[in-house]
């Protein structure tokens, strides 16, 4: 029996194909909607999480405190607090802390010959290869050596190796650095590794010099923005941040000045945003399917006026209310688990175009397809019942006589 | 004995406004009788029919059929009896329009529990053999002759083997001559053992039946066999 009254649904729906697909509407809207925004969610965040445990492990990031302007008061950044002494006594003090190094950069004009780029100069110490897991691929890195003598070398990224010297080996070569005003000559001591694309696509293109001579010989300042630090272990990293929290604090008194960020910190914060934002997306989706029950009710609706007169025959007939509730109720089922199938895979086909343009994986997991659609069939189910047992109520006597 | 109704009312209250469509009717109805009800328009025919159908419920009064007092059962116990006891005929045919003939005269067979979809068409395909539709079975309703629809009705009323055909006005839309066709599959199914009860306004038509019950507002004037 049941087969024949799912038969009966499914003939009655394909007799009105265009009805049929305009109510199933709202539910693929809906349901494609919450799929590809979920995909795309967890896709972009997958990226963005393994590009910035990509950038090195354990890393804890040491930054000046910004006080929020009250009433009164204006807000204002902390500065003049991190020095190079401070940065070694953090390291002697808080023995979760593996290495330490500053916070240092300014943007300037490097020239080689003919050929000049305006670049990022980041000022480094030798720990800076352990800290990011970025070594030199030919020559060598900064050394402590460079750094207390302030020696005027550069390290090349291999991208801006090859935009300064596409023809000629680098090594040993003198670049000029034009910055604030300023011409400062650097020998070529190394060429870094290729680090293949990752979320800061500019560091291939970045030069590097002693941290010493970026303080003294061109910022003339003995400040520097802040420090990033490596924990011994990956466990040790939360003890490593305690311990900076409370030697600092104790060292400024005043817990304001400085701020002390994990990187495990930084991606729980990515994945709660992006989390929230999926959520929120999910939600707006989740209204449209809601709209679209609403359309199938409004359709079923009419179509059980339409057919009153064949609910009449099918009573004569020897119809039980509960037969013609069933009919009814599968014929709404069947929209919207169709409106729900068709939705999957529109929602995938989105997400695929999504992941391909964002360049990370596609992700539709087993639990959002599922979701989505027992969602959509608990909508058609929820919204075909009020039509269903209207029809199903109805008097068979008055139902015949209906023109 | 097959019908017995005893003091049969039906009143229809529309607001203020309290219509007694059948004032006090009774009568009784042996196996393998056929039986015309006449009577001029709104004198509560169609309401007699709804009620010995089974497809509505007097106001006061008892109707058994088969002994069975029908007049305090539910709903779905009356759908059973109207799918296992009685075939209806209607002056509109009610066909179901989207279906083909063969899937119609199979509705009462679904309802019925009869399973097998095979055993369902073969059933189907001997009633509309029966009235004279062998072929054409793949058709829907729009395709076909009114006399040819009435046939689909009567193969329909027929495929569960009721004890009861009730016909209302089966000849009313269709030309004397379809008429008279579809009168002789009547009374060829009478002489085969079939109790029918039909109603109709055509006196030459009545004619053809073994006994008529005249109505006149509400209640049964004449009662009579026709020799
Ligand atoms: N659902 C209803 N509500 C109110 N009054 C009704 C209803 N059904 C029938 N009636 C009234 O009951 C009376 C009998 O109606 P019924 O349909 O039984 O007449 P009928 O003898 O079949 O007439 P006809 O020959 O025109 O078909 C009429 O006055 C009709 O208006
Ligand atoms: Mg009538």
Redesign the pocket.
């Known amino acids: 029996m049941i087969w024949e009254i799912l038969r009966m649904a499914v003939d009655s729906l394909t007799v009105n194909k265009l009805r049929s697909f305009l109510s199933m509407l709202g539910i693929i809207i809906g349901v494609g909607a919450v799929i590809a925004i979920v995909s795309v969610g967890s896709g972009a965040q997958s990226q963005v999480t393994s590009q910035i445990s990509q950038l090195g492990s354990n890393l804890i990031t040491i930054s000046p405190g910004i006080r929020r302007g009250r009433s009164g008061r204006i807000s204002f950044t902390a500065t003049d607090v991190f020095t190079m002494e401070l940065a070694e006594q953090i390291q002697r003090n808080c023995p979760s802390v593996g290495l330490i190094m500053p916070n240092l950069q300014t943007s300037g004009l490097l020239i080689a010959g003919s050929t000049n780029y305006q670049t990022q100069v980041v000022g480094v110490t030798p720990a800076y290869q352990q800290i990011y897991d970025f070594y030199p691929a030919r020559g060598q890195f900064i050394t402590e050596e460079h750094e207390t003598s302030a020696t005027n070398v550069m390290v090349l990224g291999s991208g801006l190796a090859q935009e300064l010297f596409p023809d000629t080996d680098p090594l040993g070569k003198t670049v000029k650095l034009f910055v604030r005003n300023r011409h400062l000559l650097f020998v070529v001591v190394g060429v870094m590794e290729e680090k293949g694309t990752g979320a800061w696509g500019n560091i291939e293109n970045q030069a590097f010099i002693p941290a010493s001579v970026l303080m003294k010989k061109i910022n003339n300042r003995k400040y520097v923005n802040g420090y990033t630090a490596q924990a011994v272990s990956a466990t040790a990293a939360k003890a490593a941040v305690g311990e900076i929290e409370y030697f600092l604090t104790r060292y400024m008194g005043d817990p304001e000045k400085f701020r002390v960020t994990s990187q495990e910190q930084l991606l729980e914060t990515i994945s709660q945003v992006t989390g929230t934002l999926s959520l929120m997306l999910g939600g707006i989706a989740g209204i449209s399917l809601l709209v679209g029950g609403i359309g199938i009710m409004n359709i079923m609706l009419v179509s059980v006026t339409e057919r009153t007169r064949e609910i009449g025959i099918r009573k004569a007939l020897g119809a039980k209310s509960r037969h013609i509730m069933a009919q009814f109720i599968i014929e709404a089922l069947a929209m919207s688990g169709l409106g729900g199938l068709i939705g999957i895979g529109l929602g995938w086909l989105g997400a695929a175009g999504v992941a391909k343009i964002g360049g990370w994986p596609l992700v539709v997991t087993h639990g959002s397809v599922l979701v989505a659609f027992s969602f959509s069939l608990l909508v058609g189910l929820f919204f075909g019942i009020y039509p269903a047992r209207k029809a199903s109520k109805l008097d068979p006597?008055?139902a015949l006589?209906y023109e | 004995m097959l019908i017995q109704a005893v003091n049969l009312q039906k009143v229809?209250q529309?607001g203020p406004v309290r219509?007694e469509?059948?004032k006090d009717a009774s009568f009784q109805i042996e196996e393998g009788e056929f039986v015309a009800i006449i009577?001029?328009?709104?004198?509560?025919?169609?309401?007699?029919?709804h009620i010995l159908g089974c497809l509505d419920q007097p106001t006061a009064g008892r109707y058994f059929l088969e002994g069975q007092d029908v007049s305090a059962v539910s709903d779905d116990k009356l759908a059973e009896i109207r799918n296992k006891k009685i075939g209806f005929v209607f002056q509109q045919f009610n066909l179901l329009p989207k279906a083909t003939i063969l899937q119609n005269v199979c509705v009462p067979l679904i309802y019925g529990g009869i399973r097998g979809r095979r055993r369902q068409l073969k059933l189907a395909e001997q009633a509309l053999e029966m009235v004279g539709l062998g072929n054409r079975v793949h058709h829907r309703p729009n395709e076909i002759s009114g006399g040819q629809k009435q046939r689909v009705a009567i193969a329909r009323a027929l495929i569960n083997n009721p004890s009861l055909i009730l016909a209302?006005?089966p000849t009313g839309n269709l030309d004397t001559k379809t008429g008279k066709e579809i009168m002789n599959i009547f009374r060829q199914l009478n002489k085969e053992g079939h109790t029918i009860i039909m109603?109709t306004?055509d006196q030459e038509i009545a004619d053809q039946a073994r006994r008529v019950i005249q109505?006149r507002d509400?209640l049964v004037q004449k009662d009579e066999v026709i020799a």
């Open positions: 006597v008055i006589s | 229809y529309m219509v469509a059948l009577g001029p328009s709104g004198s509560g025919k169609s309401t007699l029919m209302d006005e109603v306004h109505i509400g």
